[in-house]
């Protein structure tokens, strides 16, 4: 079924980026369950959504896009066993199978919550130990978080060709391998479960603060990562950092409705109109950090981070904030697991609790490190504190490298501002 007026190729563009953006891993799990080759399942999408872009500016768009593509796809998988030369009888069986199901697809009554248990199959297959943790996380970034190779890129810290042939090379090594499609066994589970919280982890940051494009949220990625957390808690419960990532995804989407004017214009932390935060959603993110607590092992990086997310939770206005607590938490994160990104938090916090001076001793050393080097939270704390300490020319010139850096035009729009304000307070 079809809307009755007809689209314009524009508009049919735009609704195929927004299925696309919104349901693609349902779809290429779908696809991958059926087809049970990763690359095969991404190439039929592709041709469904080719197909898509002919038809729908004359047909109009289907009341249920991401089922009408699947279904597309699939019919073209058939197609292609269907031509083969030599068609051995499990391909020709499946085909049937296949086609039946085609040929009574129901796409109003289509659920894509039907399909959820793919998705974390994809998850488990992408982050498969025959690849090592960089290639599984980029992989599952790419297939399950829908992020382009440059997003992957601005997560790793690293170039976009590098991405790239990692992506390239893992689905090559997948399906040498011969990957089944499926739920690893539970006792398959710890060697796959690092790499599956962290992919979640950062399809999150990236839904929280998009690193680019024209939104400072994906609401959508942030409310996709946080079901796949809540599944594999369900799944895992046993697992305090599966508890512990849930708690700090709950506790951070609270406060979703109130970093954004009805415009979309960021607002920071500390401008945040506070009845907004969805207090239901911070009990849930409370309740999820204590069910992680009651296991007993000890809080990991994400139930860390989630105990900071509590911090900001608790605090009734962002002065009463236990800017304190906050540095303690993030010194123990540091040693929990260290990283450039939590020095550099830890810092922001400490300006916070012990002033800008003391705070900017420790962005100098990680400039001089070249850790960060091109990641524009880096310049941002530092502008920041260098305006908090009244060197003006110092730390407009920081803003308006960090304003280069972004590639979120929110983002950049806000950092811009920033420095002109720093030249009309300062008079330059």
């Known amino acids: 079924m079809t809307d009755t007026v007809p689209h314009g190729p524009d508009t049919a563009r735009r609704v195929v980026e927004a299925v696309w953006r919104m349901d693609s891993a349902k779809i290429v799990a779908a696809l991958t369950r059926t087809v049970r080759d990763l690359d095969l399942a991404e190439d039929l999408a592709g041709q469904a959504l080719v197909e898509a872009l002919e038809q729908w500016p004359d047909t109009g768009v289907p009341r249920n896009p991401a089922a009408w593509l699947t279904a597309v796809a699939t019919r073209r998988a058939i197609d292609g066993w269907r031509r083969r030369d030599r068609l051995d009888e499990r391909y020709a069986t499946l085909a049937r199978e296949l086609r039946d199901d085609a040929a ?172 907004r935060w969805d207090r239901a959603q911070i009990n849930r993110g409370l309740a999820a950090l204590a069910r992680a607590d009651a296991i007993g092992r000890g809080r990991g990086p994400y139930g860390l981070q989630a105990a900071i997310a509590e911090c900001h939770s608790r605090a009734p206005t962002f002065e009463d904030t236990d800017w304190d607590r906050i540095v303690l938490l993030y010194d123990i994160l540091a040693r929990v697991a260290p990283s450039p990104v939590v020095d550099l938090n830890r810092a922001a916090a400490l300006s916070m609790a012990r002033g800008p001076a003391a705070a900017l001793e420790d962005i100098d050393r990680l400039v001089a490190s070249g850790a960060l080097a091109g990641y524009h939270l880096l310049p941002s704390v530092r502008g920041e504190l260098l305006r908090r300490l009244g060197r003006a020319v110092e730390a407009r010139g920081e803003l308006l490298e960090a304003a280069r850096l972004t590639g979120n035009e929110r983002e950049r729009s806000v950092l811009l501002a920033k420095a002109e304000e720093v030249r009309e307070s300062f008079g330059l």
Not at 110 to 117: C, E, K, L, Q
Not at 124 to 131: D, E, K, T
Not at 256 to 261: L, N
Request: contains cysteine.
């Open 104 to 275: 009574g697809f129901d796409t109003d009554a289509w659920d894509p919550d039907r399909i959820d248990d793919d998705v974390l199959r994809l998850m488990f297959v992408a982050c498969h130990p025959v690849l090592n943790r960089n290639a599984q996380v980029a992989l599952t970034l790419r297939v399950v978080g829908g992020l382009t190779s440059d997003e992957i890129a601005k997560a790793f810290l690293t170039r976009t060709t590098a991405v790239q042939q990692r992506i390239v090379r893992a689905k090559k090594t997948l399906t040498a391998a011969r990957v089944p499609f499926e739920v690893p066994a539970r006792e398959e589970f710890p060697e796959r479960l690092g790499a599956v919280l962290g992919v979640v982890y950062l399809i999150f940051n990236e839904g929280y603060a998009a690193s680019s494009g024209e939104e400072w949220i994906r609401k959508d990625l942030g409310d996709e990562a946080l079901r796949l957390g809540r599944v594999l808690a369900e799944l895992l419960p046993g697992e305090p950092e599966v508890h512990g990532l849930v708690a700090l995804m709950e506790l951070t989407a609270s406060r979703f409705a109130a970093r954004t004017t009805p415009s979309g214009e960021p607002v920071l932390l500390a401008d945040q109109d506070r009845t």
